[in-house]
């Protein structure tokens, strides 16, 4: 899980297997997002999921909020070698806050 | 249509000199944030500013750092009298609206700082 003490959490796989990975967070959120870095790259946004959603889904990847566990997943669907990444969650808090509160990460490894 | 765009990429200071990171948000995004990212880590979160406006800047350190975004021209984050500890990967992002606003940022690809 990322956020809160917990440390990062590394997944190895083979390709065309899924991934799963998870976030928790400590305060009220007005959304969550994903986001994927590669090894010295900047950060790509993958999903963005609103607090009043529960599940969303975008080609591969489907993401799940549960807002009273304070916890989001996401799925990747049948992983290509190129998913190799690091996976940040962040949560944009309520209203006057505009920063992005990320997670330590996930780091996922594809074996072809 | 270009991404958001940092340079340089790789800046190498000696401590006490003056580092100076600059981004150029994605075409029409008029709010620009930076963040610093340590090895192994997540990134954290220093400052968010507007055009000829800084808005917060509540993670940024009070001593060395300033950022500005003028009406003209990239987005500026100033290290000055470099120390070690300032050695990071530091991260431009920009977005058409506020996060709260359900609108995404969009990341640079960073400069990575090292202090000698």
């Known amino acids: 899980s990322q956020q809160g003490e917990e440390d990062p959490q590394a997944l190895s796989i083979q390709e065309g297997e899924n991934a799963t990975m998870n976030c928790s967070y400590k305060t009220s959120i007005n959304n969550l997002q994903w986001y994927r870095q590669n090894s010295g790259r900047g950060l790509v946004h993958l999903i963005l999921?609103?607090?009043?959603?529960r599940e969303k889904h975008s080609g591969r990847l489907r993401v799940t909020l549960d807002t009273s566990k304070k916890s989001s997943s996401l799925l990747i669907t049948a992983s290509r070698a190129a998913d190799t990444a690091s996976y940040f969650c962040?949560?944009?808090?309520?209203?006057?806050?505009?920063?992005?509160?990320f997670g330590k990460g996930n780091q996922v490894v594809v074996i072809p | 249509n270009a991404g958001v765009m940092q340079n340089p990429r790789h800046l190498v200071r000696r401590r006490g000199q003056e580092a100076r990171l600059r981004c150029s948000p994605m075409?029409?995004?008029?709010?620009v944030y930076w963040y610093r990212q340590l090895p192994e880590e997540g990134l954290k979160f220093m400052v968010y500013l507007q055009k000829e406006n800084i808005i917060d800047e509540s993670g940024m350190p009070k001593e060395r750092f300033s950022a500005e975004f003028p009406k003209e021209g990239p987005s500026i984050l100033r290290i000055q009298q470099v120390v070690r500890g300032d050695s990071a990967a530091y991260f431009c992002?920009?977005?058409?609206?506020?996060?709260?606003?359900?609108?995404?940022?969009?990341f640079g690809d960073g400069t990575r700082l090292s202090i000698l």
């Open positions: 075409k029409g995004h008029s709010h």
């Open positions: 992002a920009s977005s058409l609206g506020q996060s709260y606003s359900n609108q995404p940022q969009h």
């Open positions: 962040a949560t944009a808090v309520s209203y006057g806050n505009n920063r992005l509160a």
């Open positions: 999921i609103r607090s009043n959603e």
